[in-house]
């Protein structure tokens, strides 16, 4: 997970040094499409990389939580008045995800269920939207559905057994 942490933590200063550059090159627009796409490139590589992680620990989980606020706090300044940018539903994406991947740790099960919360990270991360909050809303309840009928299927039996187990050996007692 140190890899996966120093590529999160790489994208900030790599996105400032573009975004100077493309400021200096040409103008402010350009040094803010800059720095976001260089970020944009690290962060779907640190998504990329919280994916084929075989064994991560449950603070590794905050992690798309963290780099959420951080990067919406970053977007916020230049997306008043626009709607290129929807801070809560990244937010929740974020939330989703981290919450799939504690899941996937406390019981074991396949972390393949992840890709479709992490793709919708990705989308809800970039700054381009169809105009309103439907694809915000439509992505994120349609990455809670697919979640919750995966826990349904995968994480539930389990935890129903884990109980079932403790009931058991607490009545012979």
């Known amino acids: 997970m140190w890899k996966t942490a120093l590529i999160g933590a790489l994208s900030f200063p790599f996105s400032a040094l573009s975004f100077f550059i493309g400021w ?5 627009r350009a040094g803010l499409f800059a ?7 690290f962060f779907a590589a640190f998504i990329i990389s919280v994916c084929f992680i075989k064994t991560y620990t449950y603070l590794d989980t905050v992690l798309p939580l963290v780099f959420s606020v951080l990067w919406s706090a970053a977007l916020a300044p230049f997306s008043f008045g626009t709607a290129l940018f929807s801070a809560p539903a990244f937010i929740g994406s974020a939330l989703m995800l981290g919450t799939c991947m504690a899941l996937a740790k406390r019981w074991a099960t396949d972390t393949r269920w992840l890709i479709f919360p992490a793709i919708v990270f990705l989308y809800e991360m970039l700054p381009l939207n169809i105009p309103g909050q439907f694809d915000d809303m439509f992505a994120l309840s349609g990455s809670v559905g697919y979640s919750l009928i995966l826990f349904l299927r ?11 187990e403790k009931h058991l050996r607490g009545s012979r007692i």
């Open 24 to 28: 200096a090159a040409k103008d402010l």
């Open 35 to 41: 720095g976001a796409a260089v970020f944009s490139v």
């Open 154 to 164: 995968r994480s539930w039996p389990l935890i129903v057994k884990e109980l079932a």
